[in-house]
């Protein structure tokens, strides 16, 4: 909540400034429209209550100081009355400095605080909730104080979902601690649906240790020991980033390293009777270590033109370590050969993340805007008011308003949206135009337009330079659906609907290996199924905005040996 201090103040203080603002000139707009049936009602009451009281002041003013003076008497206190009325209606006198901006700034964060979890990484950014918040304001030509924080923060609340997972320790295959950990499986906040996997990795320490006597009693002897410690840990070795429009995904690879250390210990042991003495213990001590270097390797390989995945590999490097030490020790008694040894296996097992998914996601945003009544118009005041605090509008990316929120007339905002003359589903006919046997069927209506040719072009929704890799064609006359038609007889190789931008379409295998896709049918239109064997002409669905769109039209795609080409070359069009 102490991020972008300044730009939560401004926005807050534009709530009270720029809000009053736009309201009075809205009332100012307003006042064309209902100044007329204002004055008539004015007059009216006027009339009523004080009919008698104006009759007789103005006899009285007429026979004292004349009729003329009268008469501009009266109208410059009608007309000042109606503006000081009229005035006061709009608010045109008030004075929001009393908007107090820190309250309303308490009322954003707390509704935050009481909306949101402990995890701020879900928590929706204040400047989202002032910006929405903002323009219902301005919308609903409401005064600046009348903010809605908590129903928006509602709204946008994420849906989390923890888990708890346990790390254990082991020694010989017995539970020796456990700690409970709670970790994120997946959180659907309000631009993203998150989602984690772990890994149960498990690092392992053996301690092999050693004790042996040797000598003799007359002469005396030498004990030694001798530890030997090897510990097999997991360490990152890469991160596999990609990235896509739709998604960001985080693999972790881990890899085993193994340090070891190496503990030896000699110590001399006196003859038996031999009296008190002395004698020099010697130890030495030797590790190896391996530790995460500060090299990266970062490797980028483009998948196409708008997916690349991003390898980060790190390197280790192997320490040694050496130490040894002397002492003068009393020497005990040799009392015989002997020789021991043991064993001791201690696992940590550790959870680890394995896969880190961020999807976009914005469902709930688009509720929270749909539930407010928010046009397309109208985000793009909302999309100038979240750029002052996110300039780059990566909080929004990928956010498409066209598709998914109603034009001013309605239309739009359903996946599934008629193609606008109110399909409601059952046979549609095949096309009544079909040329010789060497020319393609027109894919529509013959009274379509293109509007969007093959080529480079701005993405209208991504707003990024990407290739068209089709031609895009709408109708005419908004009020009739426009069946979509098989342009050669083929084999229907997919039918129905993906997550991937073109909605319901069709594909479909056409002579000679071309593959033709028609995209963003409408919902529940589709007449073909996969597999179905087509002729040329037949109906395949009705025009419609599913997928990522801007408008209800056809995409067309045409691939020859698997590479997008130009469509218009191969459609002609029937007079």
């Not at 301690?207 to 030694?224: D, I, L, N």
């Not at 030797?286 to 483009?302: A, C, Q």
């Not at 928010?374 to 605090?389: C, K, P, Q, R, S």
Request: hydrophobic share 35%; aromatic share 10%; charged share 25%.
């Amino acid at each position: 909540m102490d991020q972008n201090q300044d730009g939560q103040d401004s926005t807050v203080r534009r709530i009270g400034q720029k809000g009053m603002d736009v309201a009075k000139a809205f009332a100012k707009r307003a006042i064309k429209e209902v100044a007329k049936k204002i004055i008539k009602k004015i007059v009216k009451v006027l009339f009523k209550l004080i009919a008698k009281a104006i009759l007789k002041a103005v006899i009285w003013f007429a026979a004292t100081i004349g009729l003329p003076v009268t008469i501009a008497i009266v109208a410059v206190c009608f007309f000042a009355g109606a503006a000081v009325f009229i005035g006061s209606l709009f608010g045109w006198f008030d004075d929001d400095s009393n908007v107090d901006i820190e309250a309303l700034k308490a009322r954003y964060e707390q509704s935050v605080i009481d909306t949101s979890s402990e995890f701020p990484k879900y928590r929706v950014p204040i400047w989202i909730l002032q910006a929405i918040d903002n323009i219902r304001i301005l919308k609903e030509d409401r005064e600046p104080d009348q903010i809605d924080p908590e129903g928006i923060a509602e709204k946008l609340t994420a849906e989390l979902f923890p888990k708890e997972l346990k790390n254990t320790i082991t020694i010989n295959g017995s539970v020796t601690s456990s700690t409970t950990i709670k970790v994120m499986e997946r959180a659907i906040a309000w631009n993203r649906d998150y989602k984690y996997t772990y890994d149960l990795i498990t690092d392992e320490r053996k301690t092999v240790s050693k004790s042996r006597t040797t000598g003799s009693e007359e002469s005396g002897g030498t004990s030694y020991d001798d530890t030997t410690i090897t510990f097999t840990h997991f360490e990152l070795l890469s991160e596999v980033h990609t990235y896509s429009p739709e998604a960001i995904t985080i693999e972790y690879f881990y890899e085993p390293y193994i340090d070891t250390e190496y503990r030896s210990a000699s110590r001399p042991l006196k003859a038996k009777d031999a009296g008190d003495e002395t004698g020099t213990s010697s130890r030495s001590v030797t590790t190896s270590t391996w530790k995460k270097s500060p090299e990266i390797i970062k490797d980028v390989e483009w998948l196409d033109e708008d997916s690349y995945v991003e390898t980060f590999t790190y390197s280790y490097a192997m320490s040694t370590k050496s130490d040894s030490s002397n002492s003068t020790v009393t020497l005990n008694e040799f009392t015989g050969e002997s020789e021991s040894s043991s064993t001791t296996i201690e696992k940590i097992n550790t959870w680890k993340i394995k896969k880190d998914e961020e999807i976009v996601d914005f469902t709930k945003f688009n509720d929270a805007l749909v539930a407010y009544g928010y046009t397309v118009g109208d985000f793009d005041y909302l999309h100038d008011a979240i750029e002052v605090n996110d300039p780059s509008l990566n909080s929004i990316e990928g956010y498409d308003p066209q598709y998914l929120l109603p034009d001013e007339d309605g239309f739009g905002g359903s996946e599934g949206g008629t193609g606008g003359g109110g399909y409601t589903g059952g046979t549609i006919a095949d096309s009544p135009n079909i040329p010789g046997s060497k020319e393609w069927a027109y894919p529509t209506l013959t009274n379509a337009v293109v509007t969007s040719p093959y080529g480079w072009r701005i993405h209208p929704v991504k707003k990024i330079r990407k290739l068209h890799k089709g031609i895009d064609i709408a109708r005419s006359d908004r009020s009739k659906d426009y069946p979509i038609y098989a342009v050669e007889a083929g084999t229907v190789t997919w039918a129905g609907f993906k997550n991937d931008g073109y909605g319901y379409s069709v594909m479909i295998t056409h002579r000679d290996g071309v593959v033709v896709r028609y995209a963003h049918m409408v919902a529940g239109s589709l007449q073909v199924s996969k597999d179905d064997e087509v002729k040329k002409g037949a109906a395949l669905g009705i025009m419609g905005q599913t997928g990522l769109v801007t408008g209800i039209h056809l995409h067309l795609e045409v691939y020859v040996n698997g590479k997008p080409v130009n469509p218009a070359g191969y459609l002609r069009r029937e007079p």
